[in-house]
C-alpha cells in the first residue's frame, strides 16, 4: 500500500517529478541526438571510417569478416544499412588474405576513389545510423544513476554524459568507441539489475546485453572474467539483514523520502518487495537483497552471450579446432621470426580442443594482440616521443581531455563518500559500477607499445558518469552551497564542451589551456584524425585557389581526391600569388612531429616554411619557399 501526504498549497493535478524527469530524459535525448547528427555533417571522414564502412559493406555483400577482424562487426554492419539503401560504387580488387593481413585500409581507399565525392554523403549517412546507440548509453546512464542514487542523480549523469566533449567526438563517427560505451553500460546495469534480484527473465536480459557488447569492441572481453570475481564479490558482502529481511512474509513500513515536496510512505508485504524495487528509487538493501544470485544463472548469462557473438558472425568457423588457425602474435604463435605465423598449441592437447567462438573473431583478437606487442610507431606525450610508452598515459590523457567541471564533481562526489559515515548504497553495489572502469584501465594502461589513441579507454566514462551522478542527492537537500557548487560545476561542465561544438575531436580543457595548446600533449586521434580535411580544403580553394598543395596527414587519399574534385571559388584570392611556393597542408600529428624532429636534428628547413594558418580541427596549412625556383632568375 501506498500513501502520499502533499502540503495543502500542491494541486493533485500539478505533474510529479516522475513526469517532470520522464520530460526533462526525452529532452536531453532529443539534444543528444541533434549535437551528434549536425556534427556528423560538419566534419570530413576521419582516417578508418572509409576503411570501416568498406568492411561493413564486405561483410554483407559477401558475408565475410577478414576486413577489419579487429574489432567486431556490429557497429560497421549497421552503419553499412543506410548506405546499402541510397546505392554506392565499390572496388574490391584490393582485397588480399594471409596469416595477420589488414586488407581493410586498401579496400577503404578504393572505395574513397570509386565513389568520389559522395564519400561524404555517405559516410554522414553510416554515422546518423549510429546515433541510436549513443542515446542507449544516455538512456541506461541515468536509469542506473537514478535507481542506485536518486532521480536527481539520474538527471546529473545523463547531462554528463549527454555533453561529454570526448563522447560526442567519437560518437558521431562510425568507429565502435561510441557503441563500446553505451552498450558496456548496458550489459553493466543489467548484470547489477541481475544480482540485486535474480529471476530468469534478468538473467537473459544480462545475457543478451552482454553479447551484444562484446560485438561492438574486444574491450568488454574483459567481464567474461570479471563477472565471476563480482559474483563472488556480490555474495561475499551481502548485508546484513534486518528483522523485516528476516520475516519475508511480514509486514514493512519504508520511509523513502521526499522528492518534489511530496512524502511517500510505504506499507510493504514480503510478496510485494520484488514488485516495489523496479518502482522506487532506491529499496534499502534489507529488503531488496534476501536472495543470492545462483551459479546456474550466471553461467547462462555467459553461455548467453557466446551464443549471441557467434550469432554476429552467422556462426563462421565456430567450433575451428585450436590447431588449425595461423597465429601472428607472439603470444599465441610462440617464439617466431618476425613475419612468420605459428601456432603455440599445435603440439599439445590444447591443440585438439574446438573453439566456440567465430574463427575470424580469433584471429582478430590475434592480430589485435601483435599490434600492443609489436607496433612500431612511436608514442607521443607531452613533447616526449618514445617506444615503448608510458603506464599513465590514459591516465594523463583523461586528465587534460576531460572538462574540469567533470573533475571537479569527481572529486567532490570522492570526498563526500569518504566523510560520509552511513552510507545509504552499499559498497557492493558501487563495486558493480566502478569495477568494470577499474579493470579496462588497469588492462589498457598495460599495453603501452601503442600509445597513440585515448579513445581505448573512453568505455569507462559511463560507469564514472553514473558514479559522479549521486552529486545530484546534494540537490534534494538543504545545503545550499553544496548545491550551487553542484549546479556550477555541471554548468561549467556543459558550457566548455558546447563553445567548441562541433570541435569536439581536438577539445583540451582549460587545465591546460584549452584546445589551442593540446598538441602539446597529445596527438593523434586525441587532436586531429582528418575531420577537419574538407573544411581546410574549402578555405583554401577560397582564398589561395589553383595553388600548389601536398598533403601530410592520416586521410592522405582522401585529400587528394577530395582536393582534386571540389570547385576553384570565384573570389579573389586574399594571400598574394607567388609561383615559387607551395603549400603543405599537415595534420596535427604529422606537423609537430615533424616540427619536433627537425629542432632535435637542428635542421634549418623550417626557417624556410612560415604557417599560413592552423584550422579549429588542428590541422596546420604552411607557406614553405620553393628552393629552385626561388634560386633561378
Not at 560526442?168 to 562510425?174: P, Q, T
Not at 603501452?448 to 534534494?476: C, D, E, W
Not at 577530395?562 to 600569388?577: I, N, Q, V
Request: hydrophobic residues 45%; charged residues 15%.
Amino acid at each position: 500500500m501506498i500513501s502520499q501526504v502533499a502540503p495543502p498549497n500542491l494541486k493533485r493535478d500539478t505533474p510529479g517529478p516522475g513526469r517532470l524527469h520522464a520530460w526533462f530524459v526525452v529532452c536531453l535525448l532529443i539534444a543528444h541526438a541533434g549535437l551528434l547528427a549536425y556534427s556528423a555533417t560538419k566534419h570530413s571522414p576521419t582516417h578508418l571510417e572509409p576503411a570501416f564502412l568498406a568492411s561493413g559493406l564486405a561483410h554483407w555483400e559477401f558475408g565475410r569478416f577478414e576486413p577489419y577482424r579487429v574489432n567486431p562487426p556490429l557497429v560497421r554492419m549497421v552503419a553499412a544499412l543506410p548506405v546499402i539503401a541510397v546505392g554506392y560504387k565499390s572496388d574490391w580488387s584490393g582485397f588480399f588474405e594471409y596469416p595477420g593481413a589488414r586488407p581493410e585500409y586498401l579496400l577503404g581507399d578504393a572505395f574513397i576513389k570509386a565513389n568520389g565525392r559522395n564519400i561524404i554523403s555517405l559516410i554522414v549517412y553510416a554515422r546518423w545510423a549510429c546515433i541510436p546507440f549513443n542515446l542507449i548509453g544516455a538512456y541506461f546512464a541515468y536509469r542506473w544513476a537514478r535507481e542506485l542514487y536518486c532521480p536527481r542523480a539520474g538527471i546529473v549523469a545523463m547531462i554528463l554524459y549527454v555533453f561529454d566533449p570526448n563522447l560526442l567526438a567519437h560518437s558521431e563517427m562510425i568507429t565502435p568507441d561510441g557503441a563500446c560505451t553505451a552498450f558496456g553500460l548496458m550489459a553493466g546495469y543489467c548484470f547489477w539489475r541481475w544480482l540485486k534480484r535474480p529471476a530468469w527473465t534478468r538473467t537473459f536480459l544480462a545475457g543478451g546485453a552482454l553479447g551484444v557488447a562484446e560485438l561492438t569492441k574486444f574491450s568488454w572481453l574483459i567481464l567474461f572474467g570479471l563477472w565471476p570475481v563480482v559474483w563472488c564479490v556480490w555474495r561475499t558482502l551481502e548485508p546484513r539483514k534486518s528483522t523485516a529481511a528476516a520475516t519475508p512474509l511480514g509486514n514493512s513500513e519504508i520511509n523513502l523520502g521526499s522528492d518534489g515536496g511530496v512524502m511517500v510512505q510505504i506499507s510493504v508485504s514480503g510478496k510485494e518487495v520484488a514488485a516495489l524495487s523496479d518502482q522506487v528509487t532506491h529499496v534499502p538493501a534489507s529488503i531488496a537483497d534476501g536472495v543470492y544470485p545462483p551459479l546456474s544463472q550466471l553461467a547462462t548469462i555467459l553461455v548467453l552471450a557466446i551464443y549471441l557473438m557467434n550469432l554476429g558472425y552467422g556462426f563462421k568457423g565456430t567450433g575451428t579446432v585450436l590447431n588449425e588457425f595461423e597465429f601472428v602474435s607472439t603470444a599465441l604463435a610462440g617464439e617466431k621470426s618476425a613475419e612468420e605465423a605459428g601456432n603455440r598449441f599445435r603440439d599439445s592437447w590444447w591443440g585438439n580442443v574446438p573453439i566456440p567462438l567465430p574463427k575470424q573473431y580469433v584471429i582478430g583478437l590475434d592480430c589485435q594482440k601483435k599490434d600492443f606487442e609489436e607496433y612500431r610507431r612511436m608514442s607521443y606525450l607531452r613533447g616526449e616521443v618514445k617506444n615503448p610508452g608510458w603506464w599513465y598515459y590514459y591516465i594523463y590523457g583523461l586528465l587534460v581531455k576531460a572538462p574540469c567541471g567533470t573533475w571537479g564533481l569527481l572529486i567532490f562526489v570522492t570526498i563526500s563518500r569518504l566523510l560520509q559515515r552511513d552510507r545509504s548504497v552499499p559498497f557492493r553495489d558501487e563495486f558493480v559500477l566502478l569495477a568494470p572502469a577499474v579493470a579496462l584501465l588497469f588492462v589498457v594502461s598495460s599495453q603501452t607499445k601503442i600509445n597513440i589513441h585515448l579513445r581505448y579507454i573512453f568505455p569507462i566514462l559511463g560507469f564514472v558518469m553514473v558514479y559522479i551522478g549521486q552529486a545530484g542527492s546534494v540537490l534534494t537537500r538543504s545545503s545550499r552551497v553544496g548545491a550551487i557548487a553542484v549546479c556550477g560545476l555541471i554548468a561549467y561542465s556543459v558550457t566548455s564542451a558546447l563553445l567548441v561544438y562541433p570541435n569536439h575531436l581536438s577539445y583540451f580543457n582549460d587545465f591546460v589551456g584549452g584546445s589551442s595548446n593540446g598538441h602539446k600533449h597529445l596527438l593523434g586521434s586525441s587532436v586531429d584524425w582528418g575531420q577537419g580535411l574538407g573544411e581546410a580544403i574549402d578555405w583554401i580553394k577560397i582564398n589561395i585557389p589553383s595553388s600548389r598543395i601536398e598533403f601530410s596527414m592520416w586521410t592522405q587519399g582522401l585529400a587528394e581526391v577530395l582536393w582534386d574534385t571540389a570547385a576553384e571559388a570565384d573570389t579573389a584570392s586574399t594571400l598574394p600569388r607567388n609561383e615559387g611556393v607551395r603549400y603543405i597542408l599537415y595534420d596535427a600529428d604529422a606537423f609537430f612531429r615533424r616540427q619536433k624532429e627537425i629542432r632535435k636534428s637542428n635542421n634549418v628547413a623550417i626557417d624556410d616554411e612560415s604557417i599560413v594558418k592552423q584550422f579549429p580541427s588542428g590541422s596546420v596549412l604552411v607557406r614553405k619557399a620553393d628552393v629552385d625556383s626561388s634560386a633561378s632568375p
